[in-house]
């Protein structure tokens, strides 16, 4: 799988929306980029995930550059519950590259 | 969304025993569920891809005795821990692809606490 580069830490103010960067700049045609999330001391949450055009759920939006060679997630109104580690990752659904390589993500703090 | 749910949430064991952990999928069919080990201030670690009815497949450095790991339906995975001692104390975390219908999403589990005394 492609690797990442991502911030290794993000403050934001609550109520605000939050811009987490991602850089894949190796990215193959057929990977796909995965956003999940921690909070501290839980299993990882799935966010989103997009391949070349921007995705929406009710979580986050996803925007995909034309090249793909970077992403970035977008919380559109951040909220305490928000702070958690979030990791962007490239991966391929069938085959021995289909699973999960973590980084080290980014760290978003949400403050008052 | 798409739930997996892993047993026990902590559990604490003597040194030189066996512990094990399930992993389930509880809402859809996962062929391959993986294995994770997280140490404290640090990433997730890939430790083992599971598959549904074969052996699974180790990263390199992951003991394949110590860690032994069994799927034996489409939804539940289990990973034993053998021989435990203090430097195995982690938090172990599962997580199953969906096979079909969610897009080969990979969803996680809520981890296992290990601790040995």
């Known amino acids: 799988d492609a690797k990442t580069t991502q911030p290794p830490s993000m403050d934001c103010a609550e109520g605000r929306a939050a811009n987490l960067p991602c850089n894949h700049s190796?990215?193959?045609?057929?990977?796909?980029v995965y956003w999940y999330r921690q909070i501290h001391s839980q299993g990882p949450q799935y966010i989103i995930h997009?391949?070349?055009n921007n995705e929406t759920n009710e979580m986050a939006s996803l925007i995909i550059t034309e090249d793909r060679k970077s992403s970035t997630l977008i919380l559109p109104h951040a909220t305490l519950r928000d702070t958690a580690v979030y990791y962007c990752?490239?991966?391929?659904?069938?085959?021995?590259?289909?699973?999960?390589?973590f980084g080290t993500g980014t760290q978003l703090k949400v403050e008052l | 969304g798409a739930v997996v749910s892993q047993h026990p949430s902590w559990v604490i064991c003597k040194s030189g025993t066996s512990v094990k952990i399930e992993c389930r999928s509880l809402?859809?069919?996962?062929?391959?569920m993986f294995w994770y080990r997280q140490f404290p201030k640090q990433s997730l670690m890939l430790m083992a891809t599971?598959?549904?009815?074969?052996?699974?497949?180790?990263e390199q450095g992951v003991e394949k005795d110590k860690f032994l790991i069994n799927h034996a339906s489409l939804t539940l995975s289990t990973l034993t821990v053998t021989s435990a001692h203090p430097e195995d104390s982690s938090f172990y975390i599962c997580?199953?692809?969906?096979?079909?219908?969610?897009?080969?999403?990979?969803?996680f589990g809520e981890g296992s606490w290990l601790t040995v005394v």
């Open positions: 997580s199953a692809r969906a096979d079909r219908g969610r897009g080969n999403t990979i969803y």
């Open positions: 190796t990215i193959s045609g057929n990977e796909y």
């Open positions: 997009g391949l070349k």
């Open positions: 990752i490239v991966r391929v659904l069938t085959g021995g590259g289909n699973k999960l390589t």
């Open positions: 809402d859809f069919q996962a062929t391959t």
């Open positions: 599971s598959n549904e009815g074969s052996k699974a497949t180790y």
